[in-house]
Each structure stands twice: as structure tokens, then as C-alpha cells.
Nanobody, 126 residues
Framework: QVQLVESGGGSVQAGGSLRLSCAAS????????MGWFRQAPGKERVFVGN???????RYADSVKGRFTISRDNAKNTVYLQMNSLKPEDTAVYYC????????????????????WGQGTQVTVSS
């Protein structure tokens, strides 16, 4: 069983920055694929980005160049640094984990992730 706890959400004006953290339990965090997703009111949950065990990252086009995902394996934590925030970034942000890093999974899909955090609200005002 893996537990994920997000933190760092809040309210910010457009153009501002926030850093979300996701602390994970488990002894083999370094091998996890970690994903970030977001869900705006009335919309489905969508992919934001992920980081593989190798450190390779992928991002949705909507956040590319503004958001950065990193991980600290010594702290069992993954981060989502969000810069140049826009009102359309307003959503509940979720981190997710898949314990297996394999070409079998499409890590851009929420279906690839087995463990999910509780979510943290990010609100960007204009």
C-alpha cells in the first residue's frame, strides 16, 4: 500500500508561482513513475505531467515551458513547480503513482496509475 499526500496548493494571482509537493510512502520510491493530474470544476481529470524513474519528464502542451516536475528520492517526494500561472490553471491537482516503470503503460493516461493522493486546490485569479 502506497500513500500519497499533496501539499502546497493555494490562491495566487495570474503570473504568480506555486510549488506543489507530493510525499509518498514506500521503500522503493525511486522506481515509481509519478504523475500529476488536474481536474477543473465540471471537467474530467487530465494529465499535467509525469516523471519516470530515470528522471525523464513529459508535460501536457498546456503547461509546457511553465511547469516543471522534479523528484527527490531521498525524501520520497515529487514536486510540481508552477510558474506564470493562468486562471485556466485553476483546478484540484492530484499526484499519482505507478510502482512499475514499464513500456507496457501509457503514463499520460490516468488509467496507468494505481495510487492517488487526495488532491490540493490551486486557484489563480486574474
Amino acid at each position: 500500500q502506497v500513500q500519497l499526500v499533496e501539499s502546497g496548493g493555494g490562491s495566487v494571482q495570474a503570473g504568480g508561482s506555486l510549488r506543489l509537493s507530493c510525499a509518498a510512502s514506500g521503500r522503493t520510491f525511486s522506481s515509481y513513475v509519478m504523475g500529476w493530474f488536474r481536474q477543473a470544476p465540471g471537467k474530467e481529470r487530465v494529465f499535467v505531467g509525469n516523471i519516470r524513474s530515470s528522471g525523464e519528464t513529459r508535460y501536457a502542451d498546456s503547461v509546457k515551458g511553465r511547469f516543471t516536475i522534479s523528484r527527490d528520492n531521498a525524501k520520497n517526494t515529487v514536486y510540481l513547480q508552477m510558474n506564470s500561472l493562468k486562471p485556466e490553471d485553476t483546478a484540484v491537482y492530484y499526484c499519482a503513482a505507478q510502482l512499475v516503470d514499464s513500456s507496457t503503460f501509457n503514463y499520460l493516461s490516468l488509467l496507468a496509475y494505481y495510487y492517488w493522493g487526495q488532491g490540493t486546490q490551486v486557484t489563480v485569479s486574474s
